[in-house]
């Protein structure tokens, strides 16, 4: 199939935006985000991608404040492939620092309900942060043992076992 124009255009955008995160760490903040503005305003100001992208660059240079809003306008959007998916698990993690770890874990438990992926222990891994900082440390502890369980060369069975025991005591 040969591509049309517009597609070989997101191709194109997608691998021009890969390249500008691969040079994050060497680049002064100030030249990444003026990188990323400039990168995303070909998409549109209001374009879900856009948005996305323009959180995440600001997430990951330490500004959750100015990040959340932006993720919360690209999830009113409609985020294509996994960044959806990713958008909730970065606005959830800036929340977190925010101080709103409560509202983080309700986004992320309605997240975990839609399935798994590759991105589930990620997600894990933040809902356990969310818990903890929720005052949940119990759960907490559970969903990340939970997560790690299939990854263990010995002893899954009985980690998951362990975890769900966290929560939910047999009776005696």
């Known amino acids: ?7 070989a255009t997101a191709a194109g955008w997608e ?4 390249a500008l995160w691969a040079l994050l760490d ?5 030249e990444f985000l003026s990188r990323m503005d400039v990168l995303t305003a070909e998409l549109g100001p209001d374009h879900p991608v856009a948005l996305f992208e323009r959180a995440a660059a600001r997430d990951s240079l330490g500004h959750s404040d100015l990040a959340v809003p932006l993720y919360r306008e690209a999830l009113r959007g409609t985020l294509p492939g996994e960044r ?3 958008a909730v698990i970065q606005l959830s993690s800036s929340l977190r620092n925010l101080g709103q770890a409560r509202e983080g874990v309700e986004l992320l438990t309605a997240e975990r309900e ?3 992926d590759h991105l589930s222990d990620a997600l894990a891994a933040t809902l356990a942060l969310c818990l903890a900082d929720s005052g949940r440390e119990r759960e907490a502890v559970s969903v990340a043992v939970a997560a790690l369980a299939p990854h263990l060369p010995r002893y899954q069975r009985s980690m998951a076992a362990y975890a769900r025991l966290l929560v939910s005591p047999e009776e005696d």
């Not at 199939?1 to 597609?7: E, H, L, N, S, V």
């Not at 060497?26 to 100030?30: C, I, T, V």
């Open 1 to 7: 199939m040969t591509p049309t124009p517009a597609t």
């Open 84 to 86: 959806r998916r990713r």
């Open 26 to 30: 060497s680049l002064e903040p100030e």
């Open 114 to 116: 839609r399935g798994q």
């Open 15 to 18: 691998e021009r935006d890969a």
